[in-house]
């Protein structure tokens, strides 16, 4: 129950710092890990909805991959659940999924610019993302359904991430649920901070130019202890710091 219970906070809180990245606005985006072969834990909606910025564990639910659940009177599963089912339904091994809108990502994708290591020692997980490739869903759908969440998740494959042409992006982490759902959140930043350099460089009219081979080879795998969990607390601090201080359980 503790390990549970843990959970259920480490989930509230990454609500909590896609508000504060600027990965979410208002009231959209949400988070899930997975508690079972069929059951997850998901942020949804309550009767009191205030947006991401204000999650609580009580805005944390669990429910099994066709969003049923003995849940409290008034709170609801995400309408994009599917997008969390299918991932699960389909990769045994993902652990956490991350469903977010940032507006970067959004105006590259619509832009139809390409996903490429721009940078290097910058953003070494970026880079390494964009080396390997991200994968673009090409349609802009609210995925309410299962069959457009299997269509999303073949685009996926078997990548960290995928973008969702004029809606945003879906990560996803590995693992112990706990640190997957730090995980999914670190790769979503990557997409992000990627996705505002290639605006950026864009907007000069230079050309977008992938860095060297030779240069990726020489960016090291810094590992979880750093890319994930240095970076979660950085980001948990910031969500305290910076965010309304509601408290997680009121």
Known sequence: MESYEALRERVAVACRVLAVTGLVEHILGHVSARTGDQTLLVRGRGPEERGLAFTTVGDVQEVDLDGEGETPPGWSAPSELP???????????????????????????????????????????????????????PRSALIRHRDLAEQMVSSLGD???????????????????????????????????????????????????????????????????FNVSAMWRHLAARAEHEGPGTPLRP
Do not use: N
């Open 159 to 225: 990548r960290p991430v995928v973008v969702l042409r004029g809606h945003g992006l879906v990560s996803v982490g590995t693992g112990d649920p706990r640190h997957a759902v730090a995980e999914a959140m670190t790769r979503a930043l990557a997409v992000d901070s990627l996705a505002r350099t290639t605006l950026a460089v864009a907007a000069t009219g230079a050309p977008l130019r992938p860095i060297p081979d030779e240069d990726v080879a020489e960016l090291p795998d810094l590992g979880p202890a």
């Open 83 to 137: 997008i969390h089912a299918e991932v699960l339904r389909a990769r045994p091994e993902v652990t956490a999924v991350v469903h977010a809108h940032p507006p970067a990502v959004v105006a590259a994708s619509v832009a139809d610019l390409p996903w490429l290591p721009l940078v290097g020692s910058y953003d070494i997980p970026a880079a390494r993302l964009a080396h390997d490739g991200i994968p673009v869903w």
